[in-house]
């Protein structure tokens, strides 16, 4: 695809939203349930079922897959997707580019070893490796875009309204 391609497919999403706020306006789902026989929870990705366990590090045996493995995993998805995106729409040359994302996590919170611990990531850091010939400060504004326009970049970096809300069903007795 190259810039041409990708406006004549965004114009027309970005008149409308200008037009009218609510249509930019969208619900994303995310859905699962637990295992009866595995402390691991299944979640519906839209393709495959995918199975969510403890990670290695509180007792998991490694075979499932680790939340916050997944939580980098997609910030590494998002971020690749709005990189090329980004580069079609300012006809970047850019041959290849890597992504990686490492977090850093105390597990002594989580198990509530430790009250001083924080429950969840201390840092994250995503790196790029771009194969280009592109001057230093396109690449700085490649880079800048990416990051602005990255949904869970943008997520996690600025910590969205959370709320937990819970419904619950009696067991029948037999």
Same mark, same amino acid.
């Given at each position: ?48 079922? &995918?199975? !969510? =366990? ?8 490694? @075979? *499932?897959?680790?939340?916050? %493995?997944?939580? $980098? /995993?997609?910030?590494? &998805?998002? !971020? =690749? ?8 729409? @300012? *006809?970047?040359?850019?041959? %290849?580019?890597? $992504? /990686? ?24 850091? $995503? ?48």
């Amino acid at each position: 695809m190259d810039a041409t391609e990708l406006k004549s497919l965004q114009t027309p999403l970005k008149d409308s939203y200008r037009d009218d706020a609510s249509r930019a306006l969208v619900t994303l789902r995310a859905k699962g349930s637990i295992d009866d026989q595995s402390i691991a929870c299944k979640v519906e990705t839209g393709r495959a079922l &995918a199975v !969510a =366990g403890l990670h290695p590090a509180t007792g998991g045996s490694g @075979l *499932e897959l680790c939340s916050g %493995d997944m939580l $980098l /995993e997609a910030l590494v &998805a998002c !971020a =690749g997707v709005t990189l090329k995106a980004v580069a079609t729409a @300012l *006809e970047f040359r850019l041959v %290849d580019a890597r $992504l /990686e994302a490492e977090g850093d996590l105390d597990f002594r919170g989580t198990l509530g070893v430790a009250k001083d611990a924080p429950v969840g990531f201390r840092a994250i850091r $995503l790196k790029f490796d771009l194969d280009t010939d592109e001057p230093q400060e396109r690449i700085d504004t490649l880079l800048k875009l990416t990051e602005r326009y990255c949904v869970v970049f943008q997520t996690l970096n600025t910590k969205p309204e959370l709320s937990v809300t819970e419904s619950h069903h009696p067991t029948s007795k037999a």
